[in-house]
T-cell receptor, first 115, second 111 residues
Framework: GAVVSQHPSRVICKSGTSVKIECRSL??????MFWYRQFPKKSLMLMAT?????????EQGVEKDKFLINHASLTLSTLTVTSAHPEDSSFYIC???????????FGPGTRLLVL | GEDVEQSLFLSVREGDSSVINCTYT??????LYWYKQEPGAGLQLLTY?????DMKQDQRLTVLLNKKDKHLSLRIADTQTGDSAIYFC???????????FGTGTRLQVFP
């Protein structure tokens, strides 16, 4: 139980284009989803928290117009990197949690490379 | 502060025990977690401990929590080559939804 998937697993795009990453909870209802970014050999940096049906809450320093987050259903959240630039290249990981449970379950991550 | 710190690297021989340490600063932590990350993959939840406990054992894994010293450890018994990965501790607090992650410890197991 508690499986979270991400799609795509890796994506290469041209500078200036937008990329959408999906995060799905496969066997539970994810009332809250989190998006993290991980730089090489570094820890995870929380980007934003989204509750189903509400606007995402972004961490300080994260541009909400650049990293668009949608959490329209209890099993799906999307992160769209708009007008991507090479410095946006990173490993993006989502996690999901259900109401009343503390534990976050993580997706396998999406590696984004912007050329 | 929000610092959660771990040593960067640990190398052990196959069959030995591994002990990965973590220190945190916030005394209001409710749960403390250990996650495992293999190369190019997401995080796998290994185990967690509630802040009012001082020990939890789960098969080869033993978690020790010293709340007074704000010190958490993960002991892996009979370490195998498949245990080679990066291990992150993380704390959650009652006041926020956030998980605060440690810096990660790279465990290397050699034959």
């Amino acid at each position: 139980g508690a499986v979270v998937s991400q799609h795509p697993s890796r994506v290469i795009c041209k500078s200036g284009t937008s990329v959408k990453i999906e995060c799905r909870s496969l066997d539970f209802q994810a009332t809250t989803m989190f998006w993290y970014r991980q730089f090489p050999k570094k820890s995870l940096m929380l980007m934003a928290t989204s509750n189903e049906g509400s606007k995402a809450t972004y961490e300080q320093g994260v541009e909400k117009d650049k990293f668009l987050i949608n959490h329209a259903s209890l099993t799906l959240s999307t992160l769209t990197v708009t007008s991507a630039h090479p410095e946006d290249s990173s490993f993006y990981i989502c996690s999901a949690r259900t109401t009343g449970r503390e534990t976050q379950y993580f997706g396998p991550g999406t590696r984004l490379l912007v050329l | 502060g929000e610092d959660v710190e771990q040593s960067l690297f640990l190398s052990v021989r196959e069959g030995d025990s591994s002990v990965i340490n973590c220190t945190y600063t916030d005394s209001s932590s409710t749960y403390l977690y250990w996650y495992k990350q293999e190369p190019g993959a997401g995080l796998q939840l290994l185990t967690y401990i509630f802040s009012n406990m001082d020990m939890k054992q789960d098969q080869r894994l033993t978690v020790l929590l010293n709340k007074k010293d704000k010190h958490l450890s993960l002991r892996i018994a009979d370490t195998q080559t498949g245990d080679s990965a990066i291990y992150f501790c993380a704390e959650s607090r009652m006041s926020t939804d956030k998980l605060i992650f440690g810096t990660g410890t790279r465990l290397q197991v050699f034959p």
